[in-house]
């Protein structure tokens, strides 16, 4: 891939885990996921239908399928974590997001229900993730890709990421 088509890509870089994860990232990540609501909201508000069309990059998804994607991607990850919370070490279910996004209610349908998944579920979310104890942070799940076992803390991380991402790809394609 040519590095313009990678910046598109990952407009904000790929997610980087600290050495250490503090405190300090901790609380800055989950004020990252209680305004994410807020923030795609406001970055989608004024969209028409044609203006929600728009990629972020050739053979990307729309502004559109960006939003639906990042209902049931938290969806998922909520899911994950009470998982984790509740079972010893529990291998996750992925799923096929590139699939998922084109289904109709990712390519056709209205983002509002989407946004309103997002608030509700962000506002649950979060006071889960307030109230997590340090060992609780320390719990994980294995992603059966990879193998990788992910503990909770890296993956508030991993998902405080993805809002921004998904926000700059947002932003990108309403430029476009």
Not at 70 to 98: G, V
Not at 116 to 126: A, D, M
Request: hydrophobic residues 35%.
């Amino acid at each position: 891939m040519d590095q313009n088509l990678e910046n598109l890509k990952f407009p904000i870089g790929k997610f980087q885990e600290p050495e250490i994860i503090t405190t300090e990232h901790l609380k800055n990540w989950i004020e990252v996921i209680k305004h994410f609501p807020e923030r795609l909201k406001s970055a989608t508000a004024d969209l028409n239908e044609e203006q929600l069309q728009k990629q972020y990059r050739p053979n990307g998804w729309t502004i559109k399928q960006v939003v639906h994607h990042c209902a049931d991607s938290h969806m998922n990850s909520l899911i994950r974590f009470k998982l984790t919370l509740t079972e010893d070490t529990p291998t996750i279910k992925p799923y096929l997001e590139n699939l998922w996004a084109e289904l109709s209610d990712a390519k056709d349908y209205p983002i509002e229900s989407s946004l309103k998944i997002i608030e509700g579920l962000h506002e649950k979310w979060v006071v889960l993730l307030t109230h997590l104890s340090g060992q609780e942070l320390e719990r994980e799940f294995i992603h059966p890709e990879n193998k990788e076992r992910i503990s909770l803390k890296k993956n508030i991380g991993i998902y405080a990421w993805h809002c921004q991402h998904h926000l700059a790809h947002i932003l990108i394609a309403r430029q476009s």
